[in-house]
């Protein structure tokens, strides 16, 4: 038997590479099925008073990701929202599968040279990418050492060109 939460009550979880558009997508498919949108960075944000940036250099990436794991989990309590998630989230402390336990994840994938035009012109605030002197290699390499947690996500939605209409998308493969 399935026992995965229903798609109707649950949270839906995006999860991609950074630049894929997660939370643009997200605050779209949010306000189309009249749910709560959450950012997950905006939320580490506010309840660390810091930015993501700061946190990073303040106290490195492994704090960050606790940080990010421990923020997770305690968005469950919340009426089913649509969650953007950071591009490490699911690729750490198990929470692939605790999203899957928990809710409905879909992994936007976009093609890498969409990924590297828009990451090339919004790396600054990036810490993973703003000291890289080969972005463009740094993205293809750290795109193949996620994309098997990635692709552990219910949904996957393929996307190619930019302006596609995503949430659209991703509504007709949820079947809502
Ligand atoms: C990260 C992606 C960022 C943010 C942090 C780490 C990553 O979010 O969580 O800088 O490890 O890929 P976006 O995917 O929204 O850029």
């Known amino acids: 038997m399935d026992q995965s939460p229903p798609e109707n009550t649950a949270h839906i979880y995006l999860i991609g590479f950074m630049g894929a558009g997660k939370s643009w997508t997200g605050q ?11 950012d997950l960075d905006d939320c580490i944000e506010r309840s660390s008073s810091k930015s993501i940036q ?11 990701r606790q940080l990010e794991s421990k923020t997770l989990r305690q968005l469950a309590e919340l009426d089913a929202a649509v969650i953007s998630c950071g591009g490490g989230t699911p690729c750490q402390n198990d929470n692939i ?5 928990n809710g409905t994840t879909v992994f936007l994938d976009v ?5 590297v035009d828009r990451l090339s012109k919004a790396f600054a605030h990036r810490p993973l ?23 552990q996500a219910t949904h996957h939605i393929i996307i190619n060109e ?5 949430e659209k998308m991703i509504l007709k493969k949820l079947g809502l």
Request: avoid cysteine.
């Open 54 to 64: 700061e946190i990073f250099a303040d106290h490195g990436e492994a704090h960050f």
């Open 111 to 115: 093609a890498e040279d969409i990924l």
């Open 129 to 151: 990418l703003a000291k890289q002197t080969n972005l463009q290699q740094f993205i293809i390499n750290k795109l193949e050492e996620r994309r098997s947690f990635y692709e």
């Open 28 to 38: 779209r498919l949010a306000k189309l099925l009249q749910r709560d949108f959450l």
């Open 97 to 101: 599968d605790w999203m899957n336990a």
């Open 162 to 166: 930019d302006h596609q209409p995503v």
